[in-house]
């Protein structure tokens, strides 16, 4: 494999082609339908799957014998399902599945002036707006590694493409499609993911483990309506106090550390191992990439704490709230009912439905006051903890990292979720994984001035072609 060709190749079509179509895909306000539950009366979604299909179409052949169909179960939203016959491989049933998906997260507030979610703005090697790289890239970059394999002869095993529109709210129609689609995708023996993040912009980042999550509404009510604080407080408890005092039993304020056992587990000692070598490789960037405000600082010293609080240990967030007026209109008025959205991550192999057993048996049990207290739990997602490398791919990173970027390859877990790596773990135990992705420092998804670092997505592409390739070469080998 020539590597400056590959880097030429994909060089080219990302400014030629995906650029330009990523340009477009911004553009189209195609959210999630946790957050758009009217989203197929809307049409956003039909566009941005007829945006992607009229793109690959028009590459496909180039593959002879590729297939691309529209998948839509009823009730559900599409899947595009991609299927490219391996050349020359020794072995049929030999699959590579290349995921993505392209639902967005909503708009959020807080965009730099010019900026917008559904505003695409390219300015240097950065590409503004919801969606570019979260996770819109992941079929343009991967059909575009194919495409350089094909551009030099290089041949692969069969490879799937499964683009998913749903994962953004926790790819709750995604067990149905790969269940239905199970005879198509056959049983892949390597699983290529580009919707993670990177520690930075200069080398490959192999995400090792993906936080689950437990998340509800509390909600405490000690009024049917609201009354005069002046002639109820100190005769009925605030239910913002009882809120405060309720998350104290599942998390200390003081240190933010979570007090329920049961939402912790024995971090491998090989994830230590990588943590404290991706704190030494980061620096102060491990904190130093999040906009912190003032002299805010960070709830450790210990860099290589830190790595392992966002990916192996339990760490809560109050996400919402409601019953609380905006300032301006809050009057002197003892509130009814206080209402937060909690949002509980957990380390990658804690059982999330256990967790949030845990969380609501802590927070309803012996309400303060015997006030209405009730925790409104959502569907828990369960992590996920990689497999250990095959001596073949763990070669094979190396070398796509040193190729496209001139440097190692570097290993962490990610604090997000991403369903589908636990349900393919489930389904297909012996199978290897990579997963990589262009969320590196202050790229802010799901936050305002998301961007997309294009040379991130460009030597991602690349890596992911010599990945595909020497997959192919340790069979024939």
């Known amino acids: ?39 197929e009366a809307h049409g956003h979604m039909a566009d941005a799957v007829s945006l992607m299909t009229a793109w690959a179409k028009d590459k496909l052949p180039a593959f002879p014998g590729a ?8 009730g559900r939203t599409p899947v595009i399902f991609i299927e490219i016959p391996g050349q020359d491989s020794t072995s049929g049933d030999d699959t590579v599945l290349l995921y993505g998906h392209l639902d967005k997260q909503p708009e959020f507030t807080g965009w730099n002036e010019g900026l917008g979610p559904w505003t695409p703005v390219r300015d240097g090697d950065r590409l503004y707006g919801r969606g570019g790289a979260d996770d819109g890239y992941a079929m343009f970059g991967s059909l575009a ?33 790969v269940d239905h689609l199970a005879p198509r995708i056959g049983d892949p023996t390597l699983v290529v993911c580009l919707d993670s993040g990177c520690g930075n912009y200069d080398q490959l980042w192999l995400t090792t483990s993906l936080r689950g999550i437990a998340a509800g509404v509390l909600e405490v009510r000690v009024l049917t309506e ?37 939402l912790y587990a024995q971090v491998p000692l090989e994830r230590i191992e990588q943590a404290k070598a991706a704190a030494r490789v980061l620096g102060d960037a491990v904190y130093s990439k999040l906009p912190f405000a ?3 600082a960070p709830m450790s010293d210990d860099l290589t704490e830190l790595v392992l609080n966002r990916t192996w240990r339990p760490q809560l967030a109050v996400i919402g709230a409601a019953g609380l007026p905006e300032p301006a209109n809050a009057g002197n008025v003892l509130l009814p009912v206080t209402k937060t959205k909690l949002s509980m991550r957990l380390p990658p192999t804690v059982d999330a439905d256990k967790a949030t057993k845990a969380m609501k048996t802590a927070l309803e049990s012996e309400p303060p006051y015997d006030a209405e207290v009730a925790f409104h739990a959502e569907q828990g997602q369960s992590g996920w903890n990689a497999p250990a490398l095959a001596p073949w791919l763990k070669a094979a990173v190396e070398n796509a990292s040193e190729a496209a970027f001139g440097k190692p390859v ?3 877990g990610e604090g997000g979720s991403i369903p589908f790596m636990g349900m393919l773990g489930a389904k297909f135990p012996k199978t290897q994984f990579v997963i990589t992705g262009v969320l590196g420092p202050h790229s802010n998804a799901h936050g305002p001035n998301e961007f997309l670092h294009i040379p991130t997505g460009k030597r991602v592409t690349q890596a992911i072609a010599h990945i595909v390739a020497a997959h192919f070469a340790r069979e024939v080998n």
């Not at 297939?67 to 179960?73: A, D, G, K, W, Y």
């Not at 005069?228 to 550390?257: C, T």
Request: charged fraction near 25%; proline fraction near 6%.
């Open 67 to 74: 297939s691309l169909e529209v998948v839509q179960l009823k």
């Open 226 to 262: 609201g009354v005069h604080s002046g002639d109820a407080s100190g005769i009925v408890p605030s239910s913002f106090r009882i809120s405060r005092e309720l998350l104290s039993r599942i998390e200390d304020e003081a240190s933010g550390r979570v007090k329920l056992d049961a």
């Open 410 to 412: 570097a290993h962490m």
């Open 294 to 296: 003032g002299g805010t």
């Open 1 to 39: 494999m020539d590597s400056k060709k590959i880097a030429g190749f994909v060089d080219g079509i990302w400014e030629d082609s995906i650029v330009p179509a990523l340009t477009d895909y911004i553009r189209i306000p195609n959210k999630s339908p946790a957050f758009d539950p009217e989203w």
């Open 145 to 177: 590694a194919l495409l350089a394999l094909k551009d030099q002869k290089i041949p692969h095993a069969r490879c799937v493409v499964l683009i998913e529109a749903c994962e953004e709210s926790g790819s709750y129609d995604l067990p149905a499609y």
